[in-house]
């Protein structure tokens, strides 16, 4: 049957920081230009998660008045706090010793889902239409095998794959150029980089589970604008790498958070537990104490730098922001790097056009992007995360003081990691076991209640959209070589090892929890999980992350 279709000129998938950015500026660049969103979430911002810390710079280019019009930035950096942990210490690291992209001067604490909510009602001033609740399922493709658009997810599927009474057949949407800004890891990109070997020469992309909840806090513990940022402590203990954090935003809330590397070795490790660990450090709970917590949420990012870009266009579009990898690992900070990316595709398009057939070329986005500071940027701190793999936090940190501090990332050579994040487990029988305590339900809380907080919600009767390319592999492999790690790695308790009266073992997956971080996609050790969208509308909800 013959799908109803409408046309854009420029169709964009997510409605993040680089997707809004990019209907932004086409409209300001060029009005005539249609331009339509297309987001998964159930409105614009549910699913965005972030820490945040905003650098300004892109935002500033975009939208030069944007304190007049009312952006939701409005706690400047006043305090700026280094610490390496130990798990009842923490010393402090002065900024002479610390590498310049952790300083914040001039930067802002704010929610990304709310920034991303208020570039939505610009970019409609502006022209662009947002479809928000709609998931684009798979991409169109022209007879000469470039990208024309996308097709939006059936809606009223069973879990047996049949027509229920609620059925709606999703649509075409063609356009001249499709823009992937579906955030890390999205299955539009992976299929994209897999078809034209985007990444062919590239390292492996590399990627962290950032978990992160926000809590409100007493006033006399609330010191507004202040940033703490930790390496050490818990995840030092399992020789795992990565970082907490907690900023002190407006309204007497708190932002607290943990990222693990997901190049971890011990298949043990639980970065849910981790991070409830993390909270009960003295440095940490002496805010938390007398709190409560408002909202949870985890996403996965991608951190391997411009060695791990695949390359950014496509026949018939642009790969942008967290999707291709425009987080600055070094300053821990992306959203002013996938705005710019988002920018510069706009650009590019609006300069490349064909006046006469009205085509894009977007070729000459790589030209753009790699004049633009963006790019310059993430050049120059190419080393970090790579250093950071290599030799751990304390002389990860050593190297790449001496990187940017001294050399200011002109060093003359590139440091690479070319081992996939899931390729790093070792065998369970070899590894140390990690005992997690019980939560004590006052500043440690268990996963179900956690994914509670974080208002997500599925169609229960739908197909499951956590694929096994190998229904046998969970128990006939990872059980008894890493114990499951999904179990574990997984922030939102989707996947679980029962016993059946009989002793046997049995794999559920509890699609209705996923919160959509993708860490199952990223972490499988045989790569057996594939996340796709689901119906359009589920997942978190999440109204202030």
């Known amino acids: 049957m013959e799908r109803e279709h409408i046309e854009y000129d420029v169709i964009i998938v997510g409605a993040g920081p680089s997707g809004l950015s990019a209907a932004c500026r086409l409209k300001q660049l060029r009005p005539e230009t249609s331009v339509v969103v297309v987001e998964k979430g159930s409105e614009v911002g549910a699913h965005i998660l972030s820490g945040a810390v905003l650098e300004p710079t892109a935002l500033n280019e975009l939208f030069p008045d944007w304190k007049n019009l009312g952006a939701p930035v409005k706690t400047p950096v006043s305090q700026d706090q280094l610490y390496f942990f130990t798990e009842t210490k923490s010393i402090k690291i002065p900024h002479f010793l610390a590498p310049k992209t952790m300083r914040n001067e001039g930067n802002f604490i704010i929610s990304l889902g709310n920034l991303c909510r208020w570039l939505a009602k610009q970019a409609e001033v502006l022209g662009v239409d947002i479809f928000p609740g709609f998931s684009a399922s798979s991409l169109l493709y022209s007879s000469d095998d470039s990208v024309a658009g996308i097709i939006t997810g059936d809606m009223g599927i069973d879990s047996n794959k049949e027509k229920k009474s609620s059925f709606s057949r999703g649509m075409e949407i063609r356009g001249k150029c499709t823009i992937l800004s579906e955030g890390c890891r999205g299955h539009l990109g992976k299929e ?26 007493p006033d006399n513990l609330h010191k507004p604008g202040l940033i703490l940022h930790s390496a050490g402590w818990p995840l030092s203990e399992s020789k795992s790498n990565g970082g907490g954090f907690l900023y002190h935003a407006e309204d007497c809330q708190v932002m607290v958070g943990l990222i693990t590397d997901l190049s971890y070795e011990n298949p043990h490790l639980n970065p849910y537990e981790e991070f409830q660990r993390y909270k009960h450090h003295p440095e940490i709970s002496k805010f938390l104490s007398g709190g409560k917590r408002i909202s949870y949420g985890a996403k996965a990012l ?53 006046t006469q057939s009205k085509s894009f070329n977007v070729n000459l986005f790589s030209v ?37 501090n001294i050399f ?3 060093l003359p050579w590139t440091l690479r990691d ?26 440690s809380f268990d996963k179900l209640s956690s994914v509670y907080l974080s ?7 739908q197909p499951n959209h956590l694929i096994l390319r190998d229904q046998e592999l969970p128990l006939s492999y990872n059980l008894p070589v890493f114990n499951e790690p999904a179990q574990r ?21 509890n699609s209705q929890n996923c919160v959509h971080c993708k ?27």
């Open 368 to 404: 753009s992007y790699k004049k633009s500071w963006a790019y310059k940027e993430l050049l120059l701190q190419r080393n970090f995360g790579p250093a950071q793999h290599k030799w751990g936090n304390i002389l990860g940190s050593a190297f790449a003081f001496l990187d940017i």
């Open 418 to 443: 070319r081992d996939p994040d899931h390729t790093k487990l070792k065998s369970a029988s070899t590894m140390k076991t990690i005992v997690y305590k019980k939560p004590d339900n006052i500043i």
């Open 489 to 509: 790695y997984c922030p939102a308790g989707v996947y679980e090892v029962l016993t059946n009266d009989d002793g046997s073992k049995k794999f559920q997956i």
């Open 519 to 545: 860490t199952c996609d990223i972490k499988e050790p045989s790569q057996n999980i594939n996340w796709i969208t689901p119906e359009g509308g589920g997942g978190p909800n999440y109204p202030n992350m």
């Open 408 to 410: 200011n990332g002109k």
């Open 455 to 461: 208002n997500t919600n599925h169609e229960e009767d």
């Open 192 to 217: 994209i980089i897999k078809k034209f070997s985007l990444d062919e020469g590239c390292d492996p992309q590399h990627y962290g589970l950032g978990i992160k909840e926000l809590w409100s806090i």
């Open 302 to 354: 991608a951190k391997g730098g411009v060695q791990s870009q695949p390359r950014m266009n496509f026949p018939g579009g642009i790969i942008i922001g967290d999707n291709a990898g425009t987080l600055n690992n070094a300053k821990i900070k992306g959203i002013h790097c996938a705005m710019k990316s988002g920018m510069v595709a706009a650009e590019s398009i609006v300069d490349s056009i064909d």
